[in-house]
C-alpha cells in the first residue's frame, strides 16, 4: 500500500484504556475515520457505555469492547485470546491503559502495579498479537509513553521497588521502558510492514492520577485545570495511528505530531534487549506460579 492511501476504512484498530480520557477519544477519531475498533479496559459496564457513546456519536456501528484488567498477565492473555477469536487481522494497536500509583500496590502475579500495567501490558500484548500484525501489515503499533520518561532510569536491581518505592520513580521508569520497549520491537519489526512508535500526549486533564487518595487524589483536579482536554491529548495517538505521513516511519518518539528526539538512554540496545530479556523471564515466571483462568469478559 502506497503511503497516501493509508486510512482507517476496512481496517482493525484495537485500542486499550479506551473508557476515558485520552483512549477514549483516540477510539472515537479512529471509530470516526471508519474503523473497526476495538476496546478494552478493565469494567463491563464502562466498556459498554463508551461503546454506545462512540457508536452514536460516530454513526459507526462497528464498535466492540473486551473488558479485562490488563495489570494481571492472565487479564491481558484473555484480552488478546478473546480479540483473535473474533478478528483475524489487526491493522492498528494502540497501547495507552496506564496509571500513576501513589501507594506501593503489588498485583495478582507478585508485580508493582505501575511496571505490570504501564509496561509488562504493552508487552505482552503486542506479543499476543504480534503474528496479526505481521500478517495484516501494513500496520501500526502505538505505545502511549509520556516526556516524563526523560526523568526515568532502569533500575534493574529493583525494578518494582521492592527495596524502596518511589510513584514518580515508578511511572518515569515505566515510560521510559514503553519508549525502551517501542525501539527493540521496530527493530525487530523491521520489513515486515509493521512500524512502531511511541509518544507523548501532552499533560492532559483526565483520569490520569485521581484514582489515588490522599494528597494525590486531592491536587490531581487541581493541578489538571492547567491541562490540555483530552480531545488534543488524543491528537499524536491518532496522527501515529492514522496519518499516511508516518507510513513508513518506525522506531521514533512523538509529541504534538512530530519527531523528537527521547532521552539518550532509550536509543541504547543494550538497555532496550535487557529490559526485553528480563519481560520475558517475568511472563514466564508468572505463568509458571499461577493457574491460568478467565480474566476476561466481552459482549455477547
Ligand atoms: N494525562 C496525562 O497528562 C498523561 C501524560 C503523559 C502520558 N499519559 C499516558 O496516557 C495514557 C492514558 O492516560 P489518561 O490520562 O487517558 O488516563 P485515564 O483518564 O485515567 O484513563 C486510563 C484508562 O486506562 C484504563 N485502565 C486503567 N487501569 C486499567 C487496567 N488495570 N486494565 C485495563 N484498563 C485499565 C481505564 O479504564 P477503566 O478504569 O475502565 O479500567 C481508562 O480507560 C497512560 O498510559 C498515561 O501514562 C498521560
Not at 508487552?123 to 496479526?132: I, K, N
Not at 532502569?154 to 520513580?169: P, T, V
Not at 517501542?182 to 519489526?189: D, F, K
Request: with cysteine.
Amino acid at each position: 500500500m502506497s503511503e497516501n492511501t493509508w486510512n482507517l476504512k476496512n481496517k482493525t484498530a484495537l485500542v486499550t484504556g479506551a473508557t476515558n480520557g485520552i483512549g477514549k477519544v483516540t477510539a472515537l477519531r479512529l471509530a470516526a475515520q471508519g474503523g473497526r475498533v476495538v476496546i478494552v479496559s478493565r469494567s463491563v459496564e464502562k466498556c459498554s457505555a463508551t461503546v454506545d457513546e462512540i457508536r452514536t456519536q460516530t454513526g459507526n456501528p462497528n464498535v466492540e469492547w473486551i473488558a479485562a484488567d490488563l495489570s494481571t498477565l492472565a487479564g491481558v492473555d484473555e484480552a488478546a485470546a478473546e480479540f483473535r477469536a473474533r478478528h483475524q487481522e489487526l491493522h492498528v494497536l494502540v497501547n495507552n491503559a496506564g496509571g500513576f500509583f501513589a501507594e506501593r500496590i503489588v498485583t495478582a502475579d507478585g508485580y508493582e502495579m505501575t511496571f505490570a500495567l504501564n509496561h509488562l501490558n504493552y508487552f505482552r500484548l503486542t506479543q499476543q498479537l504480534r503474528d496479526l500484525l505481521v500478517s495484516s501489515a501494513p500496520a501500526r503499533v502505538v505505545n502511549v509513553s509520556s516526556d516524563a520518561h526523560y526523568g526515568g532510569a532502569m533500575n534493574f536491581e529493583d525494578l518494582m521497588g521492592a527495596q524502596k518505592y518511589s510513584s514518580w520513580r515508578a511511572y518515569s521508569q515505566s515510560k521510559l521502558a514503553n519508549v525502551l520497549f517501542t525501539y527493540a520491537l521496530a527493530r525487530q519489526l523491521e520489513g515486515s510492514g509493521v512500524t512502531a512508535n511511541a509518544l507523548h500526549p501532552g499533560f492532559v486533564a483526565s483520569g490520569f492520577g485521581r484514582n489515588n487518595s490522599g494528597w494525590m487524589g486531592m491536587l490531581m483536579p487541581l493541578v489538571q485545570l492547567f491541562a490540555i482536554k483530552p480531545d488534543k491529548g488524543a491528537e499524536t495517538s491518532v496522527f501515529l495511528a492514522t496519518s499516511p505521513a508516518v507510513s513508513r516511519v518506525s522506531g521514533k518518539y512523538f509529541a504534538n505530531s512530530k519527531e523528537k528526539e527521547s532521552a539518550a538512554i532509550s536509543y541504547d540496545q543494550t538497555t532496550q534487549d535487557r529490559l526485553w530479556a528480563i519481560s520475558e523471564q517475568l511472563i514466564q515466571s508468572a505463568q509458571h506460579a499461577l493457574p491460568t483462568e478467565a480474566a476476561a469478559s466481552s459482549q455477547a
